[in-house]
T-cell receptor, first 113, second 115 residues
Framework: AQSVTQPDIHITVSEGASLELRCNYS??????LFWYVQSPGQGLQLLLK??????LVQGIKGFEAEFKRSQSSFNLRKPSVHWSDAAEYFC???????????FGAGTRLTVKP | ETGVTQSPTHLIKTRGQQVTLRCSSQ?????VSWYQQALGQGPQFIFQ???????GRGNFPPRFSGLQFPNYSSELNVNALELDDSALYLC??????????????FGPGTRLTVL
């Protein structure tokens, strides 16, 4: 079965600084990859997804992610972080042969003024 | 367009009791998935319903069961509640033809506390 690792439990960045959140997956074929954001007390909002094709995908709120097959990674980036980006970020992987979507443990982002 | 809604928002139960959580899928969506999110963890897949039939299940015991109705709304039932069942329960719906790609839209969740 597929699995996801988010190596960073908590990241703090200054407002206006760039951001990169790491995600590594394990799956034998090309996976479906997702990044979700969760604000306190809220459900999950999809930021972006990768199914196939161009390995650099653009999402909402100025986020982008790059699929690197050789590194089994799908890192999330944003060139300039805003205070409103403070939240929990989850990477998820879906398989083409089942309906089980696996989530990482999440990375909590704190934004310093 | 109404998104995914869940009820109740919060719930407190005691060990051994039974609970039913409800989910209304987004308009036009025919697939519903349920997830358990323990505090400080990512969501874990419980099961998925498609056309009123269970269509995949995660590593959860049989006391976790579900239903999907003809209008595609869904219920999650948990029997014999245990303290470790305390969590945020998330429902997600998918449009027709995309369940294989897991394009899921999440509701705000139900916070269950078991005392």
């Amino acid at each position: 079965a597929q699995s996801v690792t988010q190596p960073d439990i908590h990241i703090t960045v200054s407002e206006g600084a760039s951001l990169e959140l790491r995600c590594n997956y394990s799956y034998g074929a090309t996976p479906y990859l997702f990044w979700y954001v969760q604000s306190p007390g809220q459900g999950l909002q999809l930021l972006l997804k990768y199914f196939s094709g161009d390995t650099l995908v653009q999402g909402i709120k100025g986020f982008e992610a790059e699929f690197k097959r050789s590194q089994s990674s799908f890192n999330l980036r944003k060139p300039s972080v805003h205070w409103s980006d403070a939240a929990e970020y989850f990477c998820a992987v879906g398989a083409r042969n089942n309906n089980d979507m696996r989530f990482g443990a999440g990375t909590r982002l704190t934004v310093k003024p | 367009e109404t998104g995914v809604t869940q009820s109740p928002t919060h719930l407190i139960k005691t060990r051994g009791q039974q609970v039913t959580l409800r989910c209304s899928s987004q308009s036009g969506h025919n697939t519903v998935s349920w997830y358990q999110q323990a505090l400080g963890q990512g969501p874990q897949f419980i099961f998925q319903y498609y056309r009123e039939e269970e269509n995949g299940r995660g590593n959860f015991p049989p006391r976790f069961s579900g239903l999907q109705f003809p209008n595609y709304s869904s219920e999650l039932n948990v029997n014999a509640l245990e303290l470790d069942d305390s969590a945020l329960y998330l429902c997600a719906s998918s449009p027709p033809g995309t369940s294989g790609r897991n394009e899921q839209f999440f509701g705000p969740g139900t916070r269950l506390t078991v005392l």
